[in-house]
């Protein structure tokens, strides 16, 4: 099966997602860091210290709140790597509403633990599966309504109002970097920025050990990419979703890849500088800062999560980087 083809969330529907959000979930901040850098300033839009530690609460919530009870009436699933299984376990959860995830069983043990903890179902899948799912090649046989992590039009709009308030809190962005997995919250967030300020750069960022923007921007097309065992579990795919990459790639000014020397390292100064707890993909933005000559000016760098197993965060704070 095929999902309903994707399109940019328009600015009213952004706008209805923040009014919608803004009775449950608090507004994260924009937090200036001194890296005593000459042709930049940093700011850190801190999706950690949304209720799970990530940026997928919004989407998630929007989407069940976008929703009438009667197409709830049988619980609600998603697919998911773990944060948006941990966002949508939230909000529903907060809502009543019966809820499963469909995960793969190497996903981080902390976002499967957080799915249980908030009474949701965890029904793992192998890998295969779980990227089928997303790009909607196949779908799961349940009676959940299925809401997909990427190309929902509520996930995309839900993940427009991080852009929504980056402008709002620094009007004179340059440079906007996000991690870059199945690409709804990239699209999300440049949805609202170009349409607020269109001389903002937007950045995908990837794992350079799964590229696969870097590599259908260098093709002009698609590409199967071969992928490399990395301990960032959340961004980077053997390929991008079909439904959504036309839109962001009529959105996006570029693509930066990062090394995990980077991102750990990026990690560790985030906790130094900050005291932020940041996952690999979380950390993967500012590594980009540091490292891309893309980003200069007031750059604005999206910490998309916090959640890492302890023994993985142990390790890089002590140096290592963790096994894939």
């Known amino acids: 099966m095929s999902f309903a083809p994707t399109r940019r969330p328009t600015p009213d529907e952004i706008a209805a997602a923040r009014d919608r959000l803004g009775a449950w979930l608090p507004r994260t901040p924009l937090l200036p860091v001194d890296l005593g850098r000459a042709d930049q300033r940093i700011f850190l839009k801190l999706e950690t210290l949304s209720p799970i530690g990530a940026f997928k609460v919004r989407p998630a919530l929007n989407a069940l709140l976008s929703r009438d009870a009667q ?5 609600v699933a998603t697919v998911s790597s773990g944060n948006m299984a941990y966002g949508m376990a939230w909000a529903a959860r907060t809502l ?12 981080p043990q902390t976002k499967i633990d957080g799915v249980r903890r908030l009474g949701g179902e965890v029904r ?5 599966a779980w990227w089928r799912y997303i790009v909607g090649a196949e779908q799961p046989d349940a009676g959940e309504l299925l809401i997909n992590p990427v190309t929902d039009q509520a996930v995309l709009a839900g993940n427009g109002t991080m852009g929504l308030e980056i402008v709002e809190d620094l009007p004179e ?17 440049a949805s609202a920025v170009k349409v607020l300020r269109p001389q903002t750069r937007v950045l995908a960022v990837e794992d350079e050990n799964a590229a696969p923007v870097t590599a259908a921007l260098a093709a002009g097309r698609i590409v199967e990419i071969t992928t490399r065992p990395s301990f960032i579990k959340s961004i980077g795919g053997p390929s991008l979703v079909p439904e959504l990459w036309p839109v962001a790639n009529q959105l996006i000014d570029g693509a930066i890849t990062v090394s995990l020397d980077q991102v750990t390292e990026a990690m560790r100064l985030l906790f130094s500088k900050a005291k932020i707890v ?4 979380g950390a993967a933005s500012l590594a980009a800062a540091l490292s891309s000559e893309q980003a200069t000016g007031n750059v604005v760098c999206v910490i998309s999560g916090g959640n890492i197993d302890a023994g993985a965060y142990a390790q890089v704070l002590a140096g290592a980087i963790p096994a894939a």
């Open 71 to 75: 197409a709830l009436r049988h619980g």
């Open 278 to 281: 940041a996952e690999g993909a």
């Open 173 to 189: 962005v340059d440079c906007v970097l996000t991690p870059y997995g199945g690409g709804g919250m990239t699209t999300g967030v």
């Open 124 to 128: 793992f899948v192998s890998h295969e």
């Open 96 to 107: 009543g509403v019966p809820m499963a995830a469909y995960m793969y069983a190497g996903a």
